[in-house]
Each structure stands twice: as C-alpha cells, then as structure tokens.
C-alpha cells in the first residue's frame, strides 16, 4: 500500500473538521451541564448538526475522491499491461455497460 503525504489544504481540511467534530460534542456537553442541567438549547443541538455535516462532508468527499483515483489508476494499469502484453483490454470493467442479450 502506497503512503501518500497530505498537501496543507487537505490537511487545513482534515484539521477543521475534526475542530468543527469536537466543538459541537463540547458545546453539546456543556449544554448538559450549564443551568438548566440536563437541558440542551436547540441552538446547541443545531451547532452540533451542521458541525457533523461539516465534517462528514469533508471527510467523505476525500474518502470518495481517493477510492475513485485508486480504481482509476488500478483500472489504467490494468489497461496498459493488457496491451504490452498482445491481449485485448477488458472493457467488461467498464461503469455502465450491461451485458445482457
């Protein structure tokens, strides 16, 4: 498995999400605690939602984006052997092709 280095957006990226994550539960939290005890404003509740579709979204864009780089590259290798080799490419791979008669 190759390592890759992270580029400063990514980690810019990766590092707000995971601030946005623990801010929200924190506030979350706090709200338990502050008077009235046991009762969460709904504007705590609601920090906490767009926190965790922040950093849902920003990690799962990433995630999404390297597995698909990851099938293409493994697809385009795949591709060239086929063809150093004398064979014809298997394009039965290929997204969208139906192979029903």
Request: hydrophobic share 40%; glycine share 10%.
């Amino acid at each position: 498995m190759e390592t890759q280095k992270l580029d400063i957006k990514t980690k810019y990226a990766i590092g707000t999400a995971v601030v946005a994550f623990v801010a929200g539960w924190g506030m979350t939290i706090a709200g338990f605690i502050i008077p009235p005890k046991g009762e969460v404003h709904d504007s705590v509740l609601w920090i906490l939602g767009q926190a965790l579709v922040y950093t849902a979204s920003v990690l799962g864009i990433g995630m999404y984006f390297n597995n698909q780089m990851a099938k293409f590259r493994a697809d385009t290798r795949r591709y060239i052997r086929d063809i150093e080799q004398g064979r014809e490419p298997d394009d039965s791979q290929e997204e969208g092709t139906d192979n029903e008669s």
